[in-house]
């Protein structure tokens, strides 16, 4: 294997994206990680997490699962909005979410039943570290 | 009179008890309606029903023969009897109504009080009394347990003769022949559909029937049927004398209303049949009332639609819980016959029967159309039939429920389109019925949409019910709406998502013209908002067809769905899959052994392709550039499975082998592959070139297809396998191999140009404006001069054409993204497990206990994250 800083200048890279679980804030990848309009999954703690970056630089972060499919893509979805609302959608049968709540702006429950929400991670961006 | 044999179910004080006796479409209406009203919350309902299944659409019976199944042509949603508190009883007919004591008795023994009876028991097929109809093999044409029957007994059948050639047996012959049996109709009248259609719409009628295959006995009737030795029908014997062999017999010769249980309580019928009611659809006791079938209404008649029977459901409602009265007076016998795959529509008074009407009538024998309209002395349309074309059936029928003297010249409305003046299009007034099921008028569509919020057809018809019931005024619907959003300055239509407000073909253009080259500038200066999921890959596609360059460089990377995003396909289990391409589906042995030495290594399941090539499925985002890697080095390229992009173009092996063969397909399709790789489309392209007429590679089922003749090549578009499946249409003939390159390169890029998002070639051609002769016009006569263009635009696609994948595994930013984790690179997705099945992985169903896959995760240009802080 070889080591390799990430390709992008020195200033960006000092960005970093944090998501908090409760307790504490964690680093989670550099901000040059994600495209924008795109996200990147994160492994914390044994739980798999979607991160985003919109076009204007705020992020988001919110539960990997796809509550209709049960697969764990929805780090692979597409950005976008509706009305007012930032949303993320499902690469599999592309439901459309709120980035913000986690709520499912098409259906309600999920087939099994549960709830059609994405948990949410508080997100940030910093410098301080 | 029968008495008590159980206990009574006691009558709850304060409740009044109704009790619907029949489950079928009015009486499941009457439900809706009755529920639906204020009063209703101090009912107690119960329901008897004869059938073992709650009520079904039974004007799409037939449909169960192409398909449809029984849950979805039902008409109450599971949770219907238990949300409303109805006491819904299956299987259980009632046998007796005791009036005196307000009873009703079920076959069980059952017996229920009444406060308030409401009869819907419908109507059953009426048998003539000729000897012989109990045999084996005959059948009636009512419930799905009928048709289910016909199925079952047509499976050993080989002639079928359906008994009557009206609305319903015409449905019937054509399930008869859709499974396979020559058929044929018997009509005792001198001509089909009599009830509906007139003379000369009844021998164009009779003649397509005919041309389907149907063979058509008008003026004779059935004396007898004949049965051989076994029990079971052999055949008939007719009123001419003659003898009309078949082994399956249906009779469908009219209905006769279920009045038994209302005679025998001593209520008044019809002469002819039917329980006698007012126009509140109360019978003689005002305790009883019938509705639907059954029922022989204020205006004499006993109706057999379901449109009548629905505004009885909803008369007899009110009539029950109190709601304001909305009396049953008569209604629209319009009709339009579906499925047989001939189109004929009656409406209103069709035979001009009021005092005073003339006929206006066009008839074009040799293209199969006929067209009349009877028209009023105050010049209001009343009726009419039309044959061949049904098209303007849904303006016309609302048109003459409503009764106005017209604004367009009759004559104009029954000439056909190219032939009539243009005048804009016919307006409907607001109190025109536009759906005559459910008795919706073009006002409470309107209205709909202006007061209630509704902004598309589909919220329109959860909230009028409009269209949702035979569906045939489901395009005027469109129409209304659509007028009505255009007024309030909302154009929805054309729309390709909220944050544009242009077609897919606009957008093109607006990128073309102005040189756009990035969706932020596209979304800035013509969109607003961020986006979605509709308009990005849409954009995206823009880009790459017009720009070129790879597209997962910049600000395009973002723009992609996700099978482009990774190059990959994504399967039910957030797996990828991965096709290379191979040209014409032509591999050599050491093609297939790489590609079996790379499925083994990485553990993947393997499966040859509709599309003439391999899939390899179950590949984690870590392992694709791994496995491509390994395949571009043994000479493969994208197959582009993942793209809205040309997919196959599938041969035979023509000449060179095939003793048929009369040119070499293999090569051109080779050829055509190679030319047309990774061009970016609306929709995926499917080709396939065949080498003689037998048609070994299907080519009438792809977008272009071509196949081989002595002197050239002829060159077909527009064929579709999927959902709907299209036959191509020939676009030219006997080409020579640079000529064909050259229209489909035209074809191609004008295509590409003028389709709206997701529209395969076979919609696009059947929607635009003047169809396969425009687009040859365009293509082949270069009719608008941008064939230089087009050709221009090809050209540049081929040269600029680069294997994405190649491109992507020389580039180390590119490949960045495919780690399943960006905070642990290298570590797969452990929610992505497999089972193994048939001596290969599958992905773990839920409770399935699955493994992730032990192997390499071999990322090409491996790297570690390095904090810089
Ligand atoms: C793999 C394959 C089935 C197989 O095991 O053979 C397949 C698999 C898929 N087809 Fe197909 N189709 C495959 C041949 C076909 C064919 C047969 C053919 O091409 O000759 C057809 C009918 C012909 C046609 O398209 O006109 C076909 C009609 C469809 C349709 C319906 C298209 C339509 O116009 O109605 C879809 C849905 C869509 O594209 O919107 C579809 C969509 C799909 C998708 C992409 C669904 C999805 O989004 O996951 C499947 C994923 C493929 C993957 O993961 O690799 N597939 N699909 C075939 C791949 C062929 C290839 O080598 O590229
Ligand atoms: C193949 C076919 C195609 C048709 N196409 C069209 C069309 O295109 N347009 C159109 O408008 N109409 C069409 N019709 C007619 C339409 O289906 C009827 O008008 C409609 O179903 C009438 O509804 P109903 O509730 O009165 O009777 P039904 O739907 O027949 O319901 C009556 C129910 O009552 C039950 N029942 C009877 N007696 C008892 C009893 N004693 N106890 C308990 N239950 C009992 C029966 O089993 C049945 O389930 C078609 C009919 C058929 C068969
Ligand atoms: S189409 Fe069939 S018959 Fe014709 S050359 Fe190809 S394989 Fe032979
Ligand atoms: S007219 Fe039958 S659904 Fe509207």
Known sequence: ?129 | MTRPTAPLAPRHAGRRHVVLIGHGMVGQRFLEALVALPGAAALRITVLAEEPRPAYDRVHLTSWFSGTSADELTLCPPGFAAEHGIDLRLGDPATAIDRATRTVTTASGAVFGYDTLVLATGSYPFVPPVPGTDAAGCHVYRTLDDVAAIRADAAGARVGAVVGGGLLGLEAAGALRAMGLATHVVEFAPRLMALQVDKGGGDLLRRKVEDLGVRVHTGVGTQAVLAGDSGRVRAMALSDGGELAADLVVFSAGVRPRDQLARECGLEVGQRGGIVVDDECRTRDPRVHAIGECALTSDGRVHGLVAPGYAMAETAARAVAGGEPAPFTGADTSTELKLLGVDVASFGDAHGATQGALDVVYSDGRSGVYRKLVVGGDGALLGGVLVGDTGSYGVLRPLAAAGRPLDTAPGQLVLPAGLAPATGPVELPDDAVVCSCHNVTKGRIRAAVADEGCTSVPEVKKCTKAGTGCGSCVKVLGTVVDGELASRGVTVEDRLCEHFAHTRAELYDIVRVKGVATFSRLVEEHGTGEGCDVCKPVVASILASLAGGHILDGEQAALQDTNDHFLANLQRNGSYSVVPRVPGGEITPEGLITIGGIARDFGLYTKITGGQRIDMFGAAVDQLPAIWRRLVDAGFESGHAYGKALRTVKSCVGQAWCRYGVQDSSALAIELELRYRGLRSPHKLKSAVSGCARECAEAQGKDFGVIATSSGWNLYVGGNGGMTPRHADLLAQDLDHDTLVRIIDRFLMFYIRTADRLERTSTWLERIEGGLDHVRAVVVDDSLGICADLEELMARHVEAYEDEWAATLADPDRLRRFTSFVNAPGTPDPAVTFVRERGQIRPARTGEHGTPLQRPVLIAGDRVEVRTA
């Open chain 1, 1 to 129: 294997m070889t080591l390799t800083t990430t390709s992008a200048g020195p200033r960006a890279a000092l960005e970093s994206v944090e998501i908090h679980d409760g307790r504490r804030w964690h680093h989670v990848c550099a901000l040059t990680d994600l495209v924008p309009g795109r996200g990147a999954a994160v492994l914390l703690g044994g739980e798999q997490v979607a991160v985003f970056r919109d076009r204007s630089g705020t992020v988001y972060a919110v539960a990997n699962r796809d509550p209709f499919s049960g697969a764990h893509v929805m780090s692979r979805g597409l950005l976008g909005s509706r009305g007012p609302v930032p949303t993320l959608a499902s690469p599999m049968y592309k439901h459309v979410f709120d980035l913000r709540d986690g709520r499912c702006l098409d259906e309600d429950a999920a087939p099994d039943g549960s709830p059609a929400v994405l948990r949410v991670w508080p997100a940030r961006r910093t410098t301080a570290r």
